[in-house]
């Protein structure tokens, strides 16, 4: 049923997804503004892989045919072939909304298209196409690869079909988790992880603990993979603060309004491994530094 799928953005989390559908044996058509872009997506995952290689994870063999079921496209027209179009750009509304339109025109009307976004409206997105019900989100965590659990987020007009046909896709094909969320800013993962980040930011604001300590305390006494700073470091600081905002703006809530601290990082150009510092320093292999 499945094999030809899209994926619009090519950005950390783009790469992310189509990794982990290339390494299932599908087609990916991955699609992003420029060559140069795609060039650049291209080469960073190929350093990934290579750091795979070197720790016997996958061999030579496996990363050839990885990258060669990942087809590098400039237009969304090579899309009309997919049955599952992925949209993962950057957190804004209004560019979200352009690229489902376009993906509206461009594909059959059985044809999925789900978004990757975090914080919001999957009813507000559906609502740019003329076929809302085959609407969906599918919110994987990064890394794609070694998070089992992806958030299915239906609009208001998602139909049973398109979610009974996004599910076993997830499961049955990605072997990942599917978890139904109800339509909500932040639904679960992103709600809960950006407010114990900002509270981890208050805690060092107010002189509570340093940061090593903080994460040390959460790392070791509740078995996270990572604490919260570095956490907030790897998904980059920029797009914690814009879901923290998003979700104050939606909810009102006091609760949600971002740290200070977060902004002026954010100021600072300091998101985390994107840019190799955050609250901790990153060598360009996104290793931790002492």
């Not at 190929?46 to 237009?75: P, Y």
């Not at 814009?242 to 009102?252: C, K, N, V, W």
Request: a negative charge; glycine letters at 8%; hydrophobic letters at 40%.
């Amino acid at each position: 049923m499945f094999r030809k799928i899209g994926v619009v953005g090519a950005g950390t989390m783009g790469q992310s997804i189509a990794e982990l559908l290339s390494s299932k044996g599908l087609d990916v058509y991955l699609v992003e503004k420029t060559p140069e872009l795609l060039d650049q997506a291209m080469e960073t995952l190929e350093a990934s892989l290579d750091r795979q290689m070197e720790r016997w994870a996958i061999t030579g063999a496996e990363k050839k045919l990885l990258l060669n079921r990942i087809h590098k496209n400039v237009t969304m027209a090579a899309l009309a072939e997919c049955e599952l179009v992925i949209e993962t750009i950057s957190e804004d509304l209004d560019s979200k909304i352009e690229v489902f339109a376009e993906l509206d025109r461009l594909l059959p009307s059985d044809t999925i298209i789900a978004s990757n976004t975090s914080t919001l409206s999957l009813t507000e997105l559906a609502g740019a196409t003329k076929h809302p019900e085959r609407v969906i989100g599918v919110h994987f965590v990064y890394p794609a690869m070694k998070v089992d659990v992806v958030e299915l987020i239906r609009g208001l007009q998602t139909s049973d079909d398109t979610f009974v046909k996004t599910k076993l896709f997830i499961e049955d094909i990605l072997y990942k988790k599917g978890v139904m969320v109800y339509e909500s800013p932040g639904f679960v993962t992103t709600r809960l992880i950006c407010l114990l980040i900002n509270e981890a930011l208050h805690l060092m604001e107010e002189g509570v603990a340093n940061p090593e300590d903080i994460d040390s305390a959460m790392r070791d006494g509740y078995q996270f993979g990572y604490g919260p700073l570095e956490m907030a470091d790897r998904f980059g600081l920029d797009s914690v603060l814009a879901a923290l905002d998003r979700m104050f703006r939606e909810f009102g809530e006091l609760k949600y309004r971002p740290s200070f601290l977060l902004k002026k990082k954010v100021r600072a150009g300091h998101l985390g491994v994107k840019t190799n510092i955050g609250f901790f320093k990153y060598n360009k292999d996104g290793e931790r530094e002492s």
